[in-house]
């Protein structure tokens, strides 16, 4: 698994019994200091049992609490979820899950990428993309930069629908697909550039196809970068990552229309 070189010399088989082996000592002590000497239960009496479970319970909780402790430290040195991940043996995502917000900017959690600062309000991106589990990657990998505030919608209608209401905060940056139901990718980004009051928000394709013709359409279109979707994962989490940062952190944006 990726970014697995811990300092352990073990397999996790000898690593769980040994861990085991210690806890079970550990309740051992903790039963003697907090109870005494008992004496054995007689038959038929679970009470001996529930204290070791009350016992248990108390260790498992404070493992979770140190465990927490351990992930935002990892997350100080510079561990990513994806790494945090592989020391529990889950997935990035269900380390995002386990532990959400590692990676939020205070002064009291830890940042992934120190040298940046935290924007004067939460940054707005229009995702307009149809694939789920695409679609909560990128959420996933901005909301390891700071405050984001993502809208998803699913094609072009849609999005046109949104950037047209009045209600509806301007966002700061557009992250299109192309290839989607109803308008694609393709026609929106025609729509966005030839619209004044929309033309100026930047559009950057993240996508799937490396064709020659969708790349040179793009641009044509004046769309403000073109980037191919990675199949690796975490290479897709730094290809977003990587947008993020020069667009909402580096470029000038325009002021609010």
Known sequence: MPGKD????????????????????????????????VPPAPAGDPAQALSVLHLLDQLQ????????????AAARAGAGY????????????????????????SDEAPMEHPMMTTPARPFDV???EDDMADAMLIEEALSERGTRNLIQVTDGVAALEHLRNPANVRPDL??????????????????LKTDE??????????????APDDVAGAYNSHANAYVAKPVNL????????????????TATHPPRI
């Open 82 to 105: 994806p790494q945090i991940g592989a020391a529990c043996g889950m997935t990035r995502q269900g380390a995002r899950r386990r532990w959400p917000g590692l990676f939020q900017h």
């Open 234 to 249: 975490e290479e897709f989490e730094k290809a977003v990552q990587s947008i993020d940062a020069f667009y909402l952190d």
């Open 174 to 191: 557009i992250v299109l697909d192309l290839n989607m139901p109803r308008m694609n990718g393709r026609d929106l980004l025609k729509v």
């Open 197 to 210: 009051r929309l033309q100026t928000i930047p559009v950057v394709v993240l996508t799937t196809s490396t």
């Open 126 to 128: 229009l995702l307009v």
């Open 6 to 37: 811990f300092t352990l010399r073990t397999t996790s088989e000898q690593t769980a019994a040994a861990a085991d082996a210690a806890v079970a000592q550990l309740v051992k002590r903790l039963a003697h200091q907090l109870l005494g000497e």
């Open 61 to 72: 909780q404070a493992a979770e609490r140190l465990q927490r402790g351990a992930a935002v």
